[in-house]
């Protein structure tokens, strides 16, 4: 039987008075491109920093690849490369010499050929010589990526990789990181934009206050909340709620529907209410959307 790629129990972390973790439980398969998604301080770092030895937890069980990172830390920390969301260096290195000095200490020399191949597919080469302090925020958040795979990890963890990277730059990493997957790395990753997580995962956590208050595929937690939105704009918008609809801030009042077959009935409701549309819109429902609502209901 193969072992999970990470194995998290009853993780618990306090700082102060404050509970960081309080008694998270997720298993990650072998393979999985993983989501792990929660609004500022839920926990995701505090729990990834526990995974890498950088944090103590109070209690638990935290293993990569079946090594505890506790009681068998070396080769728990092998197996895993993780993309930190500091941007902390020391100024003075090449690229080139940090990717070496990062080699050395898992033990690996003349790592050469693997950090030209990390470099080409971070798009790098050309910022190989240059010095940590020359490069722009973006390339520094792509030498962090590369740091993480010098030693050919089997499960990566990327916190919130893209802030600040622009759109083809993100692109590009998205289709490196996809390219790892294939090969069968397991991917897990924090960030704040839903649409990246719902087009890149195929399980997702949500973290709230420490906790998990959702974790299921992708696509279950699509369709377990309504999975179609028909969006109206009345003339009287204050009676959306006593028609069965929620206001949103931008005045929309929003029907969530399980079916196409379900407009018929909202319109119909609407009509003998006498509500006067002024403007119709159905869409899909997205993360962004299911987020909010397990938010809420958490
Ligand atoms: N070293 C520390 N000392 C005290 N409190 C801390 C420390 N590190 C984190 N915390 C607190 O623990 C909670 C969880 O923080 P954590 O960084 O894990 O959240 P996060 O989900 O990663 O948030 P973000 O999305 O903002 O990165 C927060 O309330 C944070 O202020």
Redesign the pocket.
């Known amino acids: 039987m193969t072992c999970p790629a990470l194995r998290i129990v009853s993780a618990t972390?306090r700082?102060?008075t404050?509970q960081?973790?309080a008694g998270v439980d997720l298993e990650v398969a072998q393979g999985e491109f993983f989501g792990l998604l929660?609004?500022?301080?839920?926990?995701?770092?505090?729990?990834?920093?526990a995974l890498s030895g950088l944090?103590r937890p109070d209690g638990g069980i935290f293993e990569v690849m079946g090594h505890n990172v506790v009681t068998d830390y070396r080769n728990a920390r092998r197996k895993l490369g993780v993309v930190p969301?500091e941007l902390v260096f020391d100024p003075f290195f090449s690229v080139r010499e940090l990717l070496r000095i990062q080699s050395g200490y898992f033990g690996i020399r003349g790592n050469d050929d693997w950090i030209d191949e990390i470099l080409a597919n971070l798009d790098l080469t050309a910022k190989a010589g240059a010095n940590m302090r020359m490069l722009s925020g973006g390339m520094k958040r792509r030498v962090l990526v590369a740091q993480a795979l010098v030693h050919r990890p089997p499960v990566i963890v990327l916190?919130?990789p893209t802030a600040g990277v622009d759109v083809e730059l993100r692109q590009g990493l998205w289709q490196f990181i996809r390219k790892l997957n294939r090969d069968g790395h397991t991917i897990v990753l924090?960030t704040?934009y839903l649409e990246e997580a719902e087009a890149l995962c195929g399980r997702i956590a949500m973290?709230k206050a420490?906790r998990v208050v959702a974790l299921d595929t992708t696509e279950n937690l699509l369709r377990r909340f309504a999975s179609h939105a028909l969006r109206v704009r009345l003339e009287r918008p204050e009676n959306a709620s006593a028609l069965g609809a929620t206001l949103s801030d931008s005045g929309w009042a929003e029907f969530a529907l399980e079916r196409y077959e379900d407009v018929e009935p909202a319109l119909a409701r609407l009509r003998e209410a006498g509500g006067r549309i002024l403007e119709m819109r159905l869409g899909e429902a997205d993360l962004e959307r299911v987020f909010v609502e397990v938010m809420n209901r958490a």
Do not use: C
């Open positions: 972390k700082y102060g404050l960081a973790l929660g609004p500022n301080g839920a926990g995701k770092t505090t729990l990834i920093s944090v969301q916190d919130e924090t704040h973290l420490g």
